[in-house]
């Protein structure tokens, strides 16, 4: 070691170490020495200051060893964040460290109870000597509802007896409302996917949509404590989000037209655009935020993912401040792809246009198996983030085992006899005074579709026309003319407010019935040709029965 690397060394040098003064002497000229006569002196120093080396006889040495052992693990033992308390036989506290004491009275009170029903467990299965030095567990809500969780272990001295009990306390109000928001997730899960499928055959894609808002309200307000949502899908034909669901959202904002963009189109399209959540804890200070209800103060929003696509978004609003966690984002997550799913077996996404002649398809079940294996990996991801909270991972164990009881509720549903227009209809003619030889305009742009409302039509005496897309319909009204036109709103080259407003311009007379298979109306053309005399809306899937009924009656209302 060279001279000057000795000049740094910082010595603590303990009464007068063995080799006298010759030695100290030495190392004064060398390092920087700090002289101290006792023990507690020591202590001290080693508390206010570091030093490289400490010198010391023997003798003195090894108590100061032994007590700056000890004062080290009490000063471990005062800042660890558990309560650590010792109870005697009595029941009062023999000694506590500082978060301990930080505790209220009713808190450390219900701990001396744990440790005194300890005492007496160990009386009764042992008797006054004691076997081993097994812990108990327990729980408690205190008066002010946090919720603590408390190890109580026998202290046993060398002849086998208990002399005190040794006890661990803390906090476990955060892991208890976890523990809530999963058993709400799992719950809310369950709910938004519970579908009778006699009951679910009778309702129309409107219905269908109004009964899942409804669920969503019901299962997520008291989760995510928010004052609105909306629920946008994708269509990845123009990159659009269109709005199907929303509560508590003003008309003005419902009408924006968001894409998913990174720049531009709010949070949402940024969201759908990255596939990431994003919390907005103050909206005033969030250039991306766009208004949304009046008042707002902070935001919430999440992918659906299906399977590995973004298909959507939701979003979550509320009128106080920061009212989202990080916790609130990952269990909103889950459940996102629970909507997802929901949607996607609903037939209401914009980006999958299949089976809207009402059958759920022969391999249903091959397509929710990937999206219910995405939220059995999110649980598991979940479960290795809580490794030692031992309820909150059996609870999400509960959400995988219900995640595939799932799949066998969609085996009833899928099974069940749906009875709408992708029913094959009988060839023979069936006479129908106010069907028969009306001539009638299908503008559909789905083969199947178009190519079944046309045959139950022509078995009822109908003559159809088709077309494949709006710019096709529209050339039609212009060089013939029709009792009716049936028209899907959305199709290439026109929208169905332009056919509808082709066949009014053609002849004001001509009843138009507007389709949609998705539950929603991206141009607004229902409220729009509403205004004006639309006669009907149908929301597919349909069954036939809704399709002559409201044929007939827009047929009936044409005046002589």
């Not at 009128?319 to 209401?348: N, S």
């Not at 059995?376 to 030692?388: A, K, Q, W």
Request: aromatic share 6%; glycine share 8%.
């Amino acid at each position: 070691m060279t001279q000057s690397s000795l000049k740094q060394l910082r010595v603590l040098v303990l009464g007068t170490p063995d080799g006298g003064e010759d030695f100290t002497g030495w190392v004064v000229e060398r390092a920087r020495v700090q002289h101290v006569a006792t023990v507690e002196e020591a202590l001290e120093a080693l508390r206010t200051e570091p030093f490289d080396v400490i010198i010391s006889r023997a003798a003195d040495f090894i108590p100061f060893q032994g007590l700056h052992f000890s004062r080290q693990a009490a000063a471990i033992i005062d800042s660890v964040s558990q309560g650590v308390c010792i109870v005697g036989k009595t029941g009062e506290l023999d000694w506590a460290n500082p978060k301990m004491l930080s505790f209220s009275t009713d808190v450390r009170q219900r701990v001396c109870r744990c440790c005194m029903e300890t005492l007496t467990w160990v009386e009764v299965e042992a008797g006054q000597v004691a076997a081993d030095s097994r812990g108990r567990r327990f729980s408690f809500t205190s008066g002010g509802g946090e919720r603590f969780e408390v190890t109580a272990t026998p202290v046993i001295d060398l002849q086998h007896r208990v002399t005190h009990v040794a006890a661990v306390v803390w906090d476990a109000t955060n892991a208890g409302r976890l523990q809530d928001k999963i058993d709400a997730i799992d719950q809310a899960g369950r709910e938004l996917l519970s579908l009778d499928a006699a009951q679910f055959s009778r309702l129309d894609a409107q219905e269908r949509l109004t009964l899942l808002g409804q669920k969503i309200l019901r299962c997520t307000r008291e989760l995510l404590h928010f004052d609105n949502f909306e629920i946008r899908v994708l269509d990845k034909h123009f990159n659009k989000l269109d709005l199907i669901l929303c509560s508590g959202m003003p008309a003005d904002a419902a009408l924006v037209e968001l894409y998913a963009a990174g720049e531009g189109n709010g949070i949402c399209g940024y969201v759908a655009s990255r596939g990431r959540s994003y919390i907005c804890p103050d909206t005033t200070k969030d250039p991306r935020y766009l208004p949304g209800i009046e008042n707002a103060q902070s935001s919430l929003t999440v992918p659906l993912w299906l399977h590995d696509k973004v298909v959507g978004i939701a979003n979550f609003e509320s009128t106080r401040l920061a009212a989202f966690t990080e916790d609130d984002r990952q269990f909103a997550e889950i459940f996102g792809r629970y909507i997802a799913l929901a949607l996607h077996l609903l037939e209401l996404l914009a980006s999958e246009r299949q089976t809207t002649t009402g059958q759920l398809g022969t391999n249903v079940m091959a397509e929710i198996t990937a999206p219910l294996n995405d939220i059995l990996t999110d649980v598991e991801n979940l479960v290795e983030d809580y490794i030692g909270h031992d309820d909150l991972r059996r609870r999400l164990r509960t959400v995988s085992e219900n995640v595939v009881r799932i799949r066998e509720t969609f085996k009833d549903l899928t099974s069940a006899e749906i009875g709408i227009v992708g029913v094959r209809p009988t060839r023979k003619h069936r006479k129908d005074p106010v069907l028969d030889g009306k001539r009638i305009l299908v503008a559909e742009d789905e083969d199947v579709l178009r190519e079944t409302i046309r045959d139950v039509l022509g078995g009822y005496g109908c003559r159809v026309c088709t077309a494949n897309d709006g710019a096709a319909a529209t050339e039609l009204i212009s060089q013939q003319s029709f009792d009716l036109v049936l028209s899907d709103i959305k199709m290439p080259e026109r929208n169905g407010y332009e056919v509808f407003a082709a066949a009014k311009a053609a002849n004001p007379k001509t009843p138009v019935i507007l389709t949609t298979g998705f539950g929603y109306d991206p141009n607004h053309s229902i409220v729009r040709a509403s205004r004006v005399g639309l006669a009907a809306v149908l929301f597919k899937p349909f069954k036939v029965d809704q399709l002559l009924n409201e044929i007939r009656g827009a047929l009936k209302s044409v005046p002589a």
